[in-house]
């Protein structure tokens, strides 16, 4: 695995071509210090926990509590906003002064620079759920928020991505190259030079508005990773793990819409609804309607058209697995077919009660003396064709009862209106026959009064 911060190659190094590397390797009492990323460890464990230690012995003063919030928003920002809409995903285009801003306020959330920051975040959406996803979820919900980095995992193992625009991004290279010291300044001496220059809490500030809120958002940008992979709907599409959640979009300025994010990545927004808390989506939008010097232009969207089709799909996904869940009767396609002369004789030879409608075959012995209507109507249809009948002849029967008819279903009538023909077709196309379920085709639009029986 490589480093958080911008000496990436150093640790790769473990990982000689033909050696297995360590990560692969049983754990033993001497080799468990090697699995670990020390580096990556101490920037998110251990100074975090220090930090915590620390506040026993130091007072919160009001305005460095104000002064905490405000960059603890900055810099998550610098993250939402910042590395994850504008340069991992391109949603939307900035000008050089808030891309410069982004840049610091993103260093400062110390997560490692914009281009390993991206490079990773670009091999989690291109393979998600797999080996080749840096934080895959499948590996565990721990390793997807926090594992991946105080892990050395095999840098082989990794999905590799195009990151050449972000090469060719003066202000990425440079914060590339120089990460280190722009951590150093813009997570722990900014924030205290803030606090010691304007109300004299040098102290307070490095380790309120300094380690405290890196703690802070740290833990809320990796919940993305996790808890978005983990709680919550999936209105566009199931079949991997991203998830929407209105907590996770509390807790990380908006981005707990990922179900949306990973089926639309280049939508400036991640949710879509008025009343969804997004308040990055909202900052963007807001930057770019600056009078005059908007900071941000060109936000991407993609067309609802796209949005409401994957949404509507989703749905029907829902719809056709409580459908499955149900008796519909013997599919047409399974069902034997049966001549006129076959099924009368059945009923009047074998004693069989056997009643034909629309076509199908039905069997309604066991129905006989449960029949709404009487057991001298029905009795009164076995052995006949009684589709006009059933279909308003004597009653229109209602959908319940067509639904319960096809329970009973048995046969397909030889020559029996278009039912054969159906059955044929239908054979080798069992999706059609799905979709002919939610209209049973017993029911007869136009009674076919001269079919009532021979
Ligand atoms: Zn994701
Ligand atoms: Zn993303």
Redesign the pocket.
């Known amino acids: 695995m490589e480093s958080l911060p911008s000496f990436p190659e150093a640790t790769a190094v473990n990982a000689t071509s033909k050696s297995i590397h360590v990560s692969q390797q049983p754990i033993t009492l001497h080799n468990w210090y090697k699995k670990i990323n020390w580096l990556n460890t101490t920037l998110v464990v251990l100074i975090p926990t220090f930090g915590l230690y620390l506040t026993h012995s130091t007072p919160l003063k009001r305005p460095t509590l104000l002064w905490s919030i405000l960059y603890y928003f900055c810099t998550a920002f610098g993250i939402t906003g910042g590395y994850h809409r504008l340069w991992s995903h391109r949603c939307y285009s900035a000008r050089l002064p808030f891309r410069l801003f982004l840049a610091f306020t993103g260093a400062g959330a110390i997560q490692g620079s914009i281009r390993w920051w991206s490079a990773n975040h670009r091999a989690?959406?291109r393979w998600?759920d797999t080996m080749k996803d840096p934080y895959s979820v499948m590996r565990g919900l721990l390793f997807s928020h926090i594992g991946w980095m105080v892990l050395n995992n095999d840098p082989k193992v990794k999905g590799r991505t195009d990151i050449s625009d972000l090469d060719s991004d003066p202000i990425v290279v440079w914060q590339h190259k120089h990460y280190g010291k722009c951590l150093l300044f813009a997570a722990w001496v900014f924030p205290m030079l803030v606090a010691g220059l304007g109300w004299g809490d040098w102290w307070g500030g490095l380790v309120y508005a300094g380690i405290i809120r890196a703690c802070f958002v740290q833990q809320a940008t990796f919940c993305?990773?996790s808890l978005?992979?983990w709680i919550g709907e999936q209105p566009f599409d199931d079949r991997r793990s991203?998830r929407d959640h209105v907590l996770t979009a509390l807790v990380t300025m908006g981005e707990g819409y990922?179900n949306f994010?990973?089926e639309f990545p280049s939508d400036y927004r991640n949710g879509i609804i008025w009343y969804q808390y997004d308040p990055t989506k909202w900052l963007i939008f807001l930057l770019s309607k600056i009078p005059l010097l908007p900071q941000t232009y060109s936000l991407k969207t993609f067309r609802s058209n796209e949005i409401e089709k994957g949404r509507l799909q989703q749905q029907q996904k829902a719809l056709d697995k409580k459908r499955l869940a149900l008796d519909w009767g013997a599919p047409l396609a399974q069902l034997p077919v049966i001549d006129w002369d076959d099924f009368r004789a059945r009923c009047t030879e074998e004693g069989a009660a056997l009643v034909a409608i629309a076509g199908i075959i039905h069997d309604v012995s066991t129905f006989v003396a449960e029949h709404p209507g009487g057991k001298t109507l029905i009795k009164s249809a076995i052995g006949k064709d009684a589709t006009a009948l059933f279909n308003g002849g004597v009653y229109e029967h209602s959908n319940a009862a067509h639904n319960l008819l096809s329970t009973m279903r048995v046969g397909v009538l030889r020559g029996g209106q278009e039912v054969e023909v159906w059955k044929k077709q239908w054979a080798s196309t069992e999706g059609q026959e799905k979709a002919k379920v939610l209209k049973q085709v017993t029911r007869v639009e136009k009674p076919a009064v001269a079919a009532v029986a021979a």
């Open positions: 989690h959406h998600t993305v990773n978005a992979h991203p990922h994010h990973h």
